[in-house]
């Protein structure tokens, strides 16, 4: 790594003796020995293991739930179904009022996605609380399901999630979140070319060392300390008693150590029901993920397609620029509306045109809902962006890097959003891009500034 | 058939935050009776090194050396309140939360030497080496050890501050869209070289370029492991990973590494980092949060390269090569 101290010399003084400092990792030691204490790491006298009972199916009612098999297994201790969740319908965002509750913690009368969970076995070993939870009987009464946003947002589908009623978040805004800035069609009438394309991308993993999970244990005192690698203490807890209908001062959270989050972590998932199984049994209760639910049942990043609708200039000016987003929620909210919205505030890019138009969906389908993610509602939009930008600048014959000189935004510059821009330096990473790759630009470009306006 | 090389260019920027939720955090900061000081968080380290960053931002605020920092985190009965560990937010946030409490703390700190030494606390500084001295006569010092003794067993004080970092939460308007969705915003620009084999659609990434402005690089050395790790993930995300390869369709899913694909150690193109520093007006010594940012130009880089070698555009993710040789053929001459 290099640091270009050259840029920006005017803004900073270096008189730190912390910061700035290479300082090696307190915690790294741990790490690579080993000696660092996970979640994980902490077994109590008399644990218990969770294993979750899920759907097979993508979308079906459930007709009747069996459980007199699993409950004679040996080692089974407590077998837990629906009614058994003292608030079963939540949803995570409630917290900063963003409903509605969608989604159950123990399926009720219906799943929506593969792998939902439906009933939580506990046992005296993960073993036992495997083989009871196969010998649990669920009837089911397989529905049609829907997996293709379009077809999901085309009048007539099947409707994945009863507690909105049609396939979509609906915003204040109404069915998308929505920026308006300018004129675009006027800026589309007046352009020399128009390009409109499309970009998909599909559900992408976290991928962390350490699989989601949660160890609890029932206190002398009445209280319920629960050992978690969430990587929201608060929201966690805050939610569990919630759902758990139990003062949150009945709750003590402790982590803070975590082996990668990359925003898998931040939905309230093992939490609360490892919490109701300590209530329920007086008996401490572990929840952990297997590899296989933290690929296929823990939420991924949300699949989404964008529509990117440009008018630009010859001389390489983009005067307009509509943009549709579509995020993949799968069957509940979880943090998606957040995303899709967070989307709407980060198109068009870091770059200043005059026009703008720019819808963001929020489309619910039968498929594991996804949630937060490592640029949560901004990585694939950039993809699209970046990969529409080096279209346009082929479509009129210019350089990539230079069309982006002559698009890029600069300290005072309105955004569609309409927030002046403050601190920007594209142009300075593309400068030292420049140098660094060998690609050569015109020397107007190098004498540019994110300071000023012109050249 | 042929091997053909490509490059391709990105340029981003990346919003620090959660404005559009409201976004909190706290941190209390206090002495021990030896001078030491404790952070106190329920902030979450998720590997990326939150708590090491804690301590140097609280050591450099009170003027100590780092390792007279202990943090704290996270426990709900003893650390206030943090939204969470995501969002680029968690140095932005809790640095400027840690920033407010040790000013505080350094306040009380100064009070009780300026007693000890018979001058005002305005006349005295920290030596960043443990000691409090007199401003042009350094000669009359005392040693934050010994002002810790006399608070906690002579003066009756308590060494201690607390911080709390509040952006409050921006409502879009309904029609406009006008919003405040971020305080301040990292940039990048990545230039990727790749090579393309048009026989088997394989890609191999050769250099992968990239140019990251974060604010502050509070430690350079951690600086250049997230980076570094970001650059690799965004190869990861342009050529190998999904959950559902033939999405919208449910079927194929991996559900370990074995079947779930991601680039090995061989698979890493050589990476080179380059750190511009234009601080955040808002940010802890000017840091902005470059955590998410820093994955993210390395795809349409890829994107671009991968036409720039072979002449196809491949806009659905992940840029597999039965997606490379679908539109090779597709786009060839019958």
Redesign the interface.
Known sequence: ?????N??AD??KDD????????????SPG?VTGKTAYFADRNFPGMLHLKMVRSPH?HARIRSINTSEAEKHPGVVKILTAKDVPHNVYTI?IL?Q?GPEDETVLADGKVRW?GEAVVAVLAETERAAQEAAAKVKVDYEVLPAV???EEALKPGAPVVNEYHGQNYYLY??GEC?????GDVEAGFAGADHILE?????????H?PTETTGCVVVPEGNDRFTCYTN??????T?DNASIILQMPGSK?????????????G??DVIVEPIAILGAKLTGRPVSFIYS??EE??ISS?RA?EKVVIKDGVMKDGRIVARKVTGYT?AGAYSRHSP?GA??G???YP??YTIPNVW?DTYCVY?N??PSS?M???G???G??????Q???LARLIGMD??EF?FIN??RDGDMK????PT?????I???Q??SR??N?PVAEKYLAMS?YTKGA | MAIRRG?????????TG?N???DPTQALVHSTPTGNFMVT???????Q?M??IM???C??TI?V???RVVVD?????T?P???????SRGTHRAGNAVIQAAREARQVMLEVAAEELEVNASDLETD?QGNILVKGAPQKSISIFDVALSAHFKRGRSISGRGMFLIP?SY?E?????????T??A?????AEVEVDDETGEVTVLTV?N???I??????????QQ??GGSW?GIS?ALY?????Y????DH?????NQ?L?PGPGDLAQT??????????DGP??AKGP???C???Q???M??AV?DAVGV?I????ITPERILRALKAQAPN
């Open positions: 790594m290099e640091l270009r101290k840029y920006f803004q900073r730190l003796h912390e910061i700035g400092q290479p300082r090696p990792r307190s915690d790490h993508h965002l900063i963003i593969k997996f293709d946003m204040d805004s979140r929505k920026v308006r800035f394309q499309t970009y998909q991308s599909s559900p992408i993993e991928a969430t990587q929201a203490m608060f929201f807890l709750l003590h959270f402790v982590g803070g150590t975590v082996g990668g989050g990359f925003g972590k931040v590899r296989e690929m296929q991924p699949a993949d957040y919205q967070k709407a505030g980060h890019g870091p720019i389908t498929r594991t937060a490592r640029g949560f901004v990585t694939i950039d993809f699209a962006l970046e990969v930008m080096d279209k990539p890097l982006r890029a935004y569609a959003h309409r927030q403050e601190g920007a330096a594209l300075e990473c593309m030292e891009a660094a790759a690609w994110s | 490059r391709g260019v990105a340029a981003i920027n990346y919003p959660m559009l939720g409201g968080l329920s902030s979450v380290d998720l590997g090194g708590k090491q301590a140097q931002i050591a450099e003027g050396p780092t390792d985190t996270a426990d709900t009965d650390g309140h943090c939204m969470g560990t995501f969002a960043g939460r879009p309904k029609e406009t869209g006008a919003m405040k969705p971020s301040c915003y940039h990048a620009c990545t230039v370029r140019v990251f402005e604010g502050r690089a509070l430690n350079p050395k951690m600086v250049e980076l570094v993930m995300h990973e999904t959950t559902e390869p999405y919208p369709n449910r899913g991996g559900t370990d590494f779930y991601m080179e980092i380059i750190v511009l520093e234009r601080p955040s007006a010594y000017g955590g998410e940012m994955a993210n130009p795809i349409p880089a994107a671009n036409f555009r806009d659905t993710l992940p």
